[in-house]
């Protein structure tokens, strides 16, 4: 089932902005996983209207990441998918069977690509 690759960008805190206290970040690479990568989906079944315009084209906003237990996501976190860029929305969830927790399940939204 996990048959696409994707890249985590962890997010990491570099400074602070001296003017305004901002946070400095910038996304270094922690690797390549196996996941599955897919449009968000209404309760009624078609696709989410949760849609941007970029451009002349609307373009699918929310996303869903299923992958392996052992892959490190935290929200703010980003994602590369082919020529996809997707930011981490809230904290990832574990999901499983009676048998214990089998994969984990992350919102993503669209950024570029």
């Known amino acids: 089932m996990l048959v696409y690759e994707a890249e985590v960008l962890k997010r990491t805190v570099t400074g602070y902005d001296e003017d305004d206290g901002v946070e400095e970040v910038e996304f270094v690479s922690s690797g ?37 237990l052992d892959v490190d996501l935290e929200p703010y976190d980003r994602v590369q998918h082919d020529d996809r860029l997707f930011e981490v929305v809230g904290a990832p969830g574990k999901f499983g069977s009676p048998r214990g927790p089998h994969h984990i399940e992350a919102n993503l939204r669209f950024i570029e690509g």
């Open 32 to 68: 390549t996983f196996p996941c599955w990568i897919e449009p968000r989906l209404s309760a009624q079944g078609g696709l989410r209207v949760d849609e941007e315009l970029q451009a002349r084209d609307t373009v699918t906003a929310e996303w869903q990441l299923l992958c392996k």
